[in-house]
């Protein structure tokens, strides 16, 4: 080593969460709305023969309420049985001392009822494009990653997520490692899937790839003016497009307006929503909305909620597997090496139905204590169903209340539904952003919104008001809103500026 040089060596305490199995399970499911969660309880039954479903007799879960009825004495015995049946082969299958025990519960189930009752005798777009997926040759890694995406589309069956939250949901929640570039490269298999425009990131891929299939399935010739222009205005000038510039686009182009016209009339035929295209011939979304929640107003003002409980069954653990764990406990002197192997294969089974059993109850008892924050800061708008009584609240307001983490909340508020008597919103619905005026005063962006909507609707359509002219009218209204607050509200509505209002 070099004179003045010194080599340092320094031992540092880094401390690093990581999480148990059984919080990774609660994580799971708190995500998880009623069907998915159905799903879930119905696979764990087939994997876990010391689950059983039914009346516990040794009390480890609390009773709750479904709007189930089957599950009679009948079943309930045949159950056992066919659990007995299984801890019996699993026993029988130790062939000798180096054998682990094997077990194998996989059994059919006829979930025909189930399925009436969830979607009545509709299809929903996410079903037909899964339907798609059967039909494609897929590595299992693939149908995986394909199924998942599938399941990540929004009602317009577009991708709104972005591939890295993907890869990184895969990774946390499926144990699948992902890159970016081979999500990508499932994604274009998914694009090529019916309809046209499926899969898509951005409203310009989608219509691009809706031209493009045109070529692909001989509609037009891949050398066609009109699909030469098109591509170019989608790619090419696609913000004058979405600003309606045309005299832009045709003098750029240099189009003619027989040209412009018979373009215009093409773009028409393009479908910014494929997956709202995939439902039945009533033109809505086929997608039924199984609520989590069920909230209750009386004509008193009293607002009240109920968790849905569908099709979950009660679930204990089982009481052959309790009682072989039990026995040979007790018995543990002179046990042979077959008989520990024996033990601990139950001893695992009846811990991780355990462990099920109490993050089942751990998601109730989290949802029942969101759900009732919600409806104690939005009391007024379950009383009335006017969106202009929702107040500001964020996800801290309800993590504060509850004393649950902000991720938490944010966990059981995504993709869960809430059933009241003004119609079922999505948990989402009930959260809104403040603005707070000069004065101090705080008020909700979603009554503010709805307040510039209503101004814009009403204006004078040959006269269309400026961003300037409607933050005046807003603060005669009871709004002081900046003219660029204005601008940013009215551009998250999606309303266009008043020169492309003007009719």
């Not at 317009?156 to 949901?169: N, P, V």
């Not at 070529?215 to 009109?226: A, I, L, Q, R, T």
């Not at 962006?445 to 269309?464: F, N, S, W, Y």
């Given at each position: ?410 966990r059981v508020s995504n993709i869960k539904y809430a059933q009241t008597r003004w119609g079922t919103f999505p948990l989402r619905f009930f959260f809104t952003d403040s603005y707070t005026t000069g004065d101090g005063e705080e008020l909700s962006t ?58």
């Amino acid at each position: 080593m070099a004179q003045g040089q010194i080599q340092i060596q320094q031992q540092k305490q880094k401390l690093v969460q990581r999480l148990s199995h059984q919080q990774i399970l609660l994580v799971k499911l708190l995500e998880m709305p009623l069907t998915e969660l159905e799903e879930s309880v119905n696979a764990e039954l087939d994997d876990n023969p010391a689950l059983e479903m039914g009346g516990s007799e040794a009390g480890e879960t609390e009773h709750t309420d479904s709007t189930d009825g089957n599950g009679d004495d009948f079943d309930l015995q045949q159950e056992r049985e066919e659990r007995q049946d299984a801890l019996d082969t699993a026993l029988e299958r130790m062939r000798s001392d180096d054998d682990l025990p094997t077990f194998d519960s996989r059994q059919q189930r006829n979930n025909a009822d189930y399925e009436e009752m969830v979607y009545g005798d509709t299809t929903s777009f996410i079903d037909k494009l899964n339907e798609q997926v059967g039909e494609r040759e897929l590595t299992e890694r693939q149908r995986s990653i394909i199924e998942y995406i599938i399941g990540s589309l929004d009602d317009d069956g577009l991708l709104r997520k972005s591939l890295e939250s993907i890869s990184d949901e895969l990774a946390i929640y499926h144990n699948l490692d992902c890159t970016e570039g081979e999500l990508e490269e499932v994604l274009l298999i998914l694009q090529d899937f019916d309809p046209a425009g499926i899969g898509a990131r951005s409203l310009q891929e989608c219509l691009l790839l809706q031209v493009d299939r045109k070529v692909e399935n001989g509609e037009w010739d891949g050398n066609s003016s009109v699909y030469r222009y098109l591509r170019t205005i989608l790619s090419d000038y696609f913000e004058a497009f979405t600003k309606k510039r045309w005299d832009k686009i045709q003098a750029s182009l240099g189009l003619n307006d027989i040209q412009t016209e018979a373009l215009q009339h093409e773009i028409r035929k393009l479908n910014p929503k494929p997956g709202s295209s995939m439902g039945e011939t009533q033109g809505r979304n086929i997608q039924q909305i199984t609520p989590d929640f069920i909230v209750d107003t009386e004509d008193d003002g009293t607002v009240t909620f109920t968790l849905n409980q569908g099709n979950l069954p009660e679930l204990h653990v089982s009481q052959a597997f309790n009682e072989m764990v039990a026995a040979y406990k007790e018995n543990k002197n002179g046990m042979t090496r077959q008989a520990k192997e024996a033990l601990l294969y139950a001893k695992e089974k009846v811990e991780k139905a355990q462990g099920f059993i109490e993050a089942i109850r751990q998601r109730r008892m989290t949802l029942q204590t969101t759900m009732k924050a919600i409806i104690d800061i939005q009391h007024k708008f379950f009383q009335d169903g006017d969106e202009a009584d929702l107040k500001p609240m964020i996800l801290k307001d309800i993590a504060d209340r509850t004393g649950l983490d902000i991720s938490t909340i944010s966990r059981v508020s995504n993709i869960k539904y809430a059933q009241t008597r003004w119609g079922t919103f999505p948990l989402r619905f009930f959260f809104t952003d403040s603005y707070t005026t000069g004065d101090g005063e705080e008020l909700s962006t979603r009554k503010i919104k709805m307040a510039l909507k209503e101004v814009i609707a009403g204006e004078d359509k040959q006269r269309p008001l400026s961003d300037e002219a409607l933050a005046k009218v807003m603060k005669e209204k009871g709004f002081p809103i900046a003219r660029r607050t204005v601008a940013k509200y009215r551009e998250q509505m999606n309303l266009p500026v008043a020169r492309l209002r003007r009719e």
